[in-house]
Structure formats: C-alpha cells, structure tokens
T-cell receptor, first 113, second 116 residues
Framework: GDSVTQMEGPVTLSEEAFLTINCTYTATGYPSLFWYVQYPGEGLQLLLKATKADDKGSNKGFEATYRKETTSFHLEKGSVQVSDSAVYFCALIDRGSQGNLIFGKGTKLSVKP | NAGVTQTPKFQVLKTGQSMTLQCAQDMNHNSMYWYRQDPGMGLRLIYYSASEGTTDKGEVPNGYNVSRLNKREFSLRLESAAPSQTSVYFC???????????????FGPGTRLTVL
C-alpha cells in the first residue's frame, strides 16, 4: 500500500540555520504531496503542496520539490526562526482516492535562539 | 468563520465508559474525517465520511463508531473505552469528491482523551 517515510526526529537547530527534513513516498498511483505543520497544542495546518512532478510548493520561506525519479518531497528552509519550532508531517493523497491523506510519522523541530 | 471545531478539548474516562466526540465545520465541505495521533505513529485515519449520509472505515476503526449527522457535523463514539484509546483525536474536513486531484484538509484543534 501507499506509505510515507520521514526522517526521524527530533531535529534541533540554532536560529538562522538551514533546515532539511527528508521525505520519501511509495505510491501505486500518481499522488499529490503535502507538508503539514503542527504548532504546540494545535491542530495540523497545510504548509505547502505539489500535485505533479517537478512542481515546487512554497510558503513562509519553506520549499519542497516533487521529485518523481527519487520519489521524494524534501522540506527545506534557508534560515529557520524560533517560531518555526513545530512538528512537520509529510503526506500524500493518491489520485482516485476519496481524498484520504496518508501521513508520515512526523518530525519534531526545535529551534534555539 | 470558525473552521473546524471540536468538543471537548480534554476528557478523562474510566475503562468501559462511553463518550461521544463532537466535530462541526462551517466551510460547507463534503468530506469529514476522524484521526488519532499517537507518539511516533503520526496520524491514523479512524473513519471518514465522503459525503452526507455515507461513512467508511479507515485504517484503525475497531472500537469506534461514527455518525454523519448532517453536512456540518461528524461525531465519533467510543462505546466502551479502553486504555489503548488514550490519544489525541483530530477531526478534519475537505471539499473532496471523486476525481479531485487534491484536497486540502482543514483540521480542528483536537481532543485529548485519557482512558484510565
């Protein structure tokens, strides 16, 4: 079945450091890919998305590129802030499904001042 | 515009007790979902409702029932709570529908449930 694998956390960085969170997927079809973010004590919210190969999703300084050849969707940010501390989830929806998301296990990011 | 609301925010139950978690959305979305979040497990789908009047099992439906009361409301019931159901429960909604390439899901703030 479809699945998403994220790098294990937690990840601890200093403010202004470069961030990469790896995400790879397995899908029988041609999925759409997402990054969701969960701030402490809150629900998940969509950070960015990509629906086809070579699409780049971007938001709030975060970017991820849909790489079909490597089945990857790595999240990057050039300079993290303390306010970026959160749990990040990679997810996919397979085309033809009812819109059901399949999530990775999440990566906790802590940014120190 | 409240988005997705959930009640209660916190709940403590004893083993064997029952309760219903409530969820409502005001975005006129067709689809609604219930997830549970456990440490190291990500989010797992319990049940979903693709449209008003329909419900389907997700990855982990055992021990739960759902009701799609109307287009706005989707409740999750634990008939006889067990300690294994201690978790954070999230409701979500999306426009969704057959043939849609992607659907952003909007999440509620969650219910933290402890079963003793």
């Amino acid at each position: 079945g479809d699945s998403v694998t994220q790098m294990e956390g937690p990840v601890t960085l200093s403010e202004e450091a470069f961030l990469t969170i790896n995400c790879t997927y397995t899908a029988t079809g041609y999925p759409s890919l997402f990054w969701y973010v969960q701030y402490p004590g809150e629900g998940l919210q969509l950070l960015l998305k990509a629906t086809k190969a070579d699409d780049k999703g971007s938001n709030k300084g975060f970017e991820a590129t849909y790489r079909k050849e490597t089945t990857s969707f790595h999240l990057e940010k050039g300079s993290v802030q303390v306010s970026d501390s959160a749990v990040y989830f990679c997810a996919l929806i397979d085309r033809g499904s009812q819109g059901n998301l399949i999530f990775g296990k999440g990566t906790k990011l802590s940014v120190k001042p | 515009n409240a988005g997705v609301t959930q009640t209660p925010k916190f709940q403590v139950l004893k083993t064997g007790q029952s309760m219903t978690l409530q969820c409502a959305q005001d975005m006129n979305h067709n689809s609604m979902y219930w997830y549970r979040q456990d440490p190291g497990m990500g989010l797992r789908l319990i049940y979903y409702s693709a449209s008003e009047g329909t419900t389907d099992k997700g990855e982990v439906p055992n021990g739960y029932n759902v009701s799609r009361l109307n287009k706005r409301e989707f409740s999750l019931r634990l008939e006889s709570a067990a300690p294994s159901q201690t978790s954070v429960y999230f409701c979500a909604s999306s426009e969704a529908g057959t043939g849609v390439a992607y659907n952003e899901q909007f999440f509620g703030p969650g219910t933290r449930l402890t079963v003793l």
